[in-house]
């Protein structure tokens, strides 16, 4: 089926900890995004990439890295996480990020917890 | 500032019909979009409007004046499966979206 796989699904974690949230699409789209998803807030950009090879900064940058190797694969790492990263992470891809009906395909997401 | 606004939780009645508001002050436009989002679930896209006017899909229409900054979501014949969250966003000048904190309706039988 086609679609965005994101894992781990759900993920305990101690802070100062690394950890890198995998996502991966099969849909040949060139744009991917990574959103986070909190309690009384709309979503919230962390980073994004038009196609392969380059990355953006969104919103909330900070704390995050991402990278696209390839056009399938669009990983986030977190280098030491923090308790405010606490989070439900979306990974999304679209056609394009400049085309007008830019339609945003969502991964089931993943819930991460930093104590 | 930029600035996305819908209530925060509604409820209605199986069978009725309701409408949830969404309004908007962005550095420029370039659509606005509407996603449902089932509990524990990923968004799904509902509908795009970049003119104004009703865009109608089915049980579902959604509403867009550029000049008031303001769209609706319209659901008719509500069934207990549109128990979600739905969600608000708008498309700005440089295609980044922002997205409203969303609106979680509530059915009831």
């Known amino acids: 089926i086609a679609g965005i796989t994101q894992a781990p699904t759900s993920q305990i974690l101690a802070a100062g900890r690394r950890m890198t949230l995998r996502c991966t699409q099969d849909m040949r789209h060139n744009a991917m995004y990574w959103y986070r998803q909190d309690l009384g807030l709309g979503l919230r950009l962390i980073h994004y990439?038009?196609?392969?090879?380059?990355?953006g900064k969104g919103e909330v940058p900070d704390g995050y890295s991402v990278s696209r190797a390839n056009t399938d694969d669009f990983p986030l790492t977190l280098a030491s996480a923090v308790p405010s990263q606490t989070s439900v992470y979306f990974c999304a891809s679209s056609d394009s990020l400049s085309s007008g009906a830019n339609v945003l395909t969502f991964g089931a997401g993943s819930r991460l917890t930093v104590l | 500032g930029q600035n996305i606004d819908q209530p925060t939780e509604m409820t209605a009645t199986e069978g009725a019909i309701v409408q949830i508001n969404c309004t908007y002050q962005?550095?420029?436009?370039?659509?606005l979009f509407w996603y449902q989002q089932h509990a524990g679930e990923a968004p799904t896209f509902l509908s795009y409007n970049v003119l104004d006017g009703l865009e109608e899909k089915g049980r579902f229409s959604s509403f867009l004046s550029r000049s008031k900054g303001y769209s609706y979501l319209l659901l008719k014949e509500l069934q207990m499966k549109d128990s979600a969250s739905y969600l608000c966003?708008?498309?700005?000048?440089?295609?980044?979206?922002?997205w409203g904190a969303g609106t979680k309706l509530i059915i009831k039988p």
């Open positions: 990439s038009n196609t392969a090879g380059t990355t």
């Open positions: 962005t550095s420029g436009f370039n659509g």
């Open positions: 966003a708008v498309m700005e000048r440089d295609y980044q979206l922002i």
